[in-house]
T-cell receptor, first 110, second 115 residues
Framework: SQQGEEDPQALSIQEGENATMNCSYK?????LQWYRQNSGRGLVHLIL?????REKHSGRLRVTLDTSKKSSSLLITASRAADTASYFC??????????FGSGTRLLVRP | ETGVTQTPRHLVMGMTNKKSLKCEQH?????MYWYKQSAKKPLELMFV???????ENNSVPSRFSPECPNSSHLFLHLHTLQPEDSALYLC??????????????FGAGSRLTVL
């Protein structure tokens, strides 16, 4: 069953602007992760935030987690054309299962 | 290169064929996964193996048969598939941290087309 749902489904911005993607989920989680996928390729892990954390940074990425609202956001600052990809959130519990959402397609225009 | 290698990258098969997808990881991980990615649908977890033992099987039709002969290799055997099985099949591996967080390393995927 689907756990995470990203919003918006598609986002088009100009290079240099910030991109914000949101993820909502339904059940309690141990951690939430964000992955990037370039067209037709495998997914690449970007960042993990645990359920007891509220915010995490990695380079130009900032992730927030609000467990009371069951939601997370991914902010990419100063976007580049190379950031064009699909971005997925994935929720994990204490098992091996990692459940992915439908993804946000980001287009960064040069 | 991510350290997870999938072959073949592209496969076209008829509904009566038998074929296999192969995945190999060189990361020393002890868990391996098969995911299915169809157009406009979320990634679907199919199978998980930990230390060569299947620990997850998400109600996948029996025409998909996984095999994990050792912790570095994972196969997905395909037989009598349907056109709706056409998709990108992604293999991944992980090294569980013991704190309940599995970070997956994915291969590039095998694009399957069933005619």
């Amino acid at each position: 069953s689907q756990q995470g749902e990203e919003d918006p489904q598609a986002l088009s911005i100009q290079e240099g602007e910030n991109a914000t993607m949101n993820c909502s989920y339904k059940t309690s989680i141990n951690n939430l992760q964000w992955y990037r996928q370039n067209s037709g390729r495998g997914l690449v892990h970007l960042i993990l935030i645990r359920s007891n954390e509220r915010e995490k940074h990695s380079g130009r990425l900032r992730v927030t987690l609000d467990t009371s609202k069951k939601s997370s956001s991914l902010l990419i600052t100063a976007s580049r054309a190379a950031d064009t990809a699909s971005y997925f959130c994935a929720t994990g519990d204490s098992s091996y299962k990692l459940i992915f959402g439908s993804g946000t397609r980001l287009l960064v225009r040069p | 290169e991510t350290g997870v290698t999938q072959t073949p990258r592209h496969l076209v098969m008829g509904m009566t064929n038998k074929k296999s997808l192969k995945c190999e990881q060189h990361l020393g991980h002890n868990a391996m996964y098969w995911y299915k990615q169809s157009a406009k649908k979320p990634l679907e977890l199919m199978f998980v193996y930990s230390l060569e033992e299947r620990v997850e099987n998400n109600s996948v039709p029996s025409r998909f048969s996984p095999e994990c002969p050792n912790s570095s290799h994972l196969f997905l055997h395909l037989h009598t598939l349907q056109p709706e099985d056409s998709a990108l099949y992604l293999c991944a591996s992980s090294q569980p941290t013991g704190r309940g967080a599995n970070v997956l390393t994915f291969g590039a995927g095998s694009r399957l087309t069933v005619l």
